[in-house]
């Protein structure tokens, strides 16, 4: 239960810094994607199943609040959730570059396919997608170092509950 | 933690299902349908709070920017030397600009001369997504806000209204990629439609094949029938012309916006368009 307010925490939290600090923060027409950048820590912190949820839930208010179609990041970022959510088992190393790393990528992976769904609903064009996509990695690489341990942080404090078996 | 693989792989199957789903219903459903009403729920919920946060957040960010901006000083100071040199130059016209001016203004039909009501409202937050270019101002349905009305500011055109709620709406701005709005050129009333692209400048795209459209040419909303939205209303000034060619059969019109769409805070939404003149009187 503590769990689960600590993410919806979380997610608000990112939500309103998203719409509004980083609303101002736009570099060559584009923000960075703090939305994103939550999921890949959370998912990092717990496993593939809390990261595919937490990774939904985000996405959905964040095409509710956005005025996306519904369903488009919900889409993206379970998937990324999950991925990353898969991959940190295999990611031993402490080396804060390998995180960094992981959340570049992620965010690419994430701005390129939720541009890739809008531009296939006509809902955008092929430059703004291309362009997009390594533009909010970037910003995103200078984001990570801020909110990255913020979440791990909080995410690690309330584990999840020990395993159940019946 | 240890974690059973086929039970995060049934989690992932049902939630990408669910998001599939709801894509479908939100293209499919009719104004007023089930993510429609969510998407007003999350509006209602989360308007209050991003209303606080930018009322906090608004001196964080206006820092932010002042760092950025910082490096870009130095260039503008000379560019403004350069300005002022030009204008100064410039001043023995000024009686000639003056009249000029005089004259657009006249043509445009400035808001102010539209005789709309309007109701006026604060921009509280802005999409957070970098594919929709939209913001979120404080007022709704109380203040008689409803869909598809236009929003202006000082300048010009802001948007269209495409989600109400009580106290909050959702305005998609021009620039967006999917806005799409009923024009004409002031000059000789070519009908059109601008559309955005993401980038600064939106595209004039004339109706007619042969329209003659020139650099400096005031764009101005349509009205169409039932809509509120008000004819007239200034758009943005015709910037380039790519003339028609083998490509296409009308001219390509890249049209800059008169309104303030980087820095928005105040804007006036057109909730009534003034009647038709009486006949006869």
């Given at each position: 239960m503590r769990r689960l307010l600590v993410l919806a925490a979380v997610l608000v939290v990112a939500v309103l810094l998203q719409s509004t600090?980083?609303?101002?923060?736009?570099?060559a027409g584009v923000r960075p994607d703090l939305l994103v950048l939550a999921v890949v820590a959370v998912a990092m912190a717990s496993d593939a199943t809390t990261g595919a949820a937490f990774g939904f839930a985000t996405g959905l208010v964040a095409d509710l609040l956005f005025d996306l179609p519904v369903g488009v990041s919900a889409l993206v970022y379970t998937a990324t959730g999950f991925a990353v959510g898969t991959v940190r088992v295999y990611v031993?190393?402490?080396?804060p570059l390998v995180h960094l790393v992981l959340a570049g990528a992620a965010s690419l992976a994430s701005a390129w396919c939720c541009g890739l769904l809008l531009r296939v609903f006509d809902l955008s064009t092929w430059a703004a997608v291309v362009r997009a996509g390594p533009l909010v990695a970037l910003f995103n690489l200078l984001l990570t170092p801020l909110v990255y341990p913020v979440v791990w942080a909080l995410t690690e404090?309330?584990?999840?509950?020990?395993a159940q078996r019946w | 933690m240890y974690e059973r693989p086929r039970r995060a792989r049934t989690v992932l199957a049902l939630l990408l299902a669910a998001a599939i789903v709801l894509i479908t219903i939100d293209f499919r459903?009719?104004?007023?349908?089930p993510t429609d009403r969510l998407q007003r729920l999350a509006i209602a919920v989360f308007g209050p709070l991003q209303r606080g946060a930018s009322a906090v957040a608004s001196p964080v960010g206006d820092l932010f920017g002042g760092v950025a901006e910082l490096a870009g000083l130095r260039r503008e100071n000379r560019r403004l030397e350069a300005e002022v040199a030009r204008l100064r130059a410039q001043e023995r016209t000024y009686a000639d600009v003056l009249g000029e001016n005089r004259r657009l203004r006249g043509a445009l039909g400035m808001a102010k001369r539209c005789g709309c009501r309007t109701v006026g409202a604060s921009v509280v937050a802005s999409s957070g997504s970098n594919f929709q270019l939209s913001v979120t101002v404080d007022a709704g349905s109380r203040q008689g806000v409803k869909r598809d009305m236009a929003v202006v500011d000082a300048d010009g055109l802001v948007g269209r209204v495409t989600q109400v709620t009580a106290d909050y709406a959702t305005v998609l701005l021009?620039?967006?990629?999917?806005s799409g709005i009923a024009a004409t050129?002031?000059?000789?009333?070519a009908p059109g439609i601008v559309k955005g692209s993401g980038a600064q400048l939106l595209s004039f795209q004339p109706v007619r094949a042969g329209t003659a459209v020139r650099r400096g040419d005031p764009v101005v909303t349509q009205a169409y029938q039932g809509?509120?939205?008000?004819?007239?209303?200034p758009i943005g000034v015709v910037e380039r012309v790519d003339p028609a060619g083998a490509a296409s059969l009308v001219p390509r019109v890249a049209v800059r916006p008169y309104a303030a769409l980087g820095a928005l805070d105040v804007v006036a939404i057109v909730v009534e368009r003034p009647a038709p003149p009486v006949r006869g009187s």
């Open positions: 600090v980083l609303a101002g923060l736009r570099l031993t190393s402490h080396r404090r309330v584990p999840a509950r020990p | 459903q009719p104004d007023g349908g021009v620039t967006d990629p999917s050129l002031a000059r000789g009333k809509s509120v939205f008000p004819a007239g209303l």
